[in-house]
């Protein structure tokens, strides 16, 4: 629902923010890492993922997107909930985290308050290989240009196809067509061959 939020930064504090962006003030919970490297200015963008449950709709704000697709793989798992995740992401730094699960380095978790062993099995268990197969520079996404394969790449991840198919289909319609198409031709070529 919401991507990110951009405002005047009105409240800081470890545990959440409150953000005025157009005359709202939206109530941010954060983790530790992200109050760490908000901007001493007034001005403030988090990206943002709303948590809806039966008695509350609850945000939480993160400061790159790489922390937020950490936290989301952090929540599908069964057992660990938002307030879970944030421990974690407050506890040690995302890269430190996202190492810990691809070595298997089940003490590393297990130190962190919430998280018991069977826990740390289950994250590493389940998060391993995605992470592994995302490689190390997920946590750093670059928010400069794309190119037409990587705009192409996400648009069709986003619909539900698997990344190195979606990855192979786009190359083979680069080869093809010279790596002269637009984003919108690229994912047409695409969608009739996957």
């Given amino acids: 629902m919401y991507d990110y939020i951009d405002g005047k930064l009105a409240f800081k504090s470890p545990a959440h923010v409150v953000i005025d962006a157009g005359g709202v003030g939206y109530h941010i ?9 908000l901007p001493a ?3 403030c963008k988090l990206f943002v993922w709303l948590h809806v449950k039966e008695d509350a709709h609850t945000l939480y704000g993160f400061v790159s997107e790489g922390e937020r697709k950490l936290f989301l793989h952090l929540v599908s798992i069964s057992g660990i909930g938002p307030n ?5 992401l407050s506890s040690i730094t995302p890269d430190e985290i996202r190492n810990a699960i691809v070595q298997g380095n089940v003490p590393l978790i297990q130190r962190i308050k919430g998280i018991g062993p069977k826990s740390a099995q289950r994250i590493i ?3 391993q290989d995605k992470l592994r197969k995302e490689g ?13 394969k990587e705009e192409a790449l996400s648009a069709l991840v986003m619909l539900g196809f698997v990344r190195n198919v979606a990855e192979k289909t786009l190359d083979s319609e680069i080869n093809k067509n010279g790596g002269t198409l637009t984003v919108e031709q690229l994912i047409k070529l695409a969608l009739k061959s996957l």
């Fill in 29 to 37: 919970n954060i983790s530790v890492n992200t109050f760490s490297q």
């Fill in 41 to 43: 200015g007034e001005r």
């Fill in 125 to 127: 268990l389940e998060l």
């Fill in 136 to 148: 190390p520079d997920t946590l750093t996404v670059i928010t400069g240009l794309k190119t037409v």
């Fill in 84 to 88: 879970t995740a944030r421990m974690m």
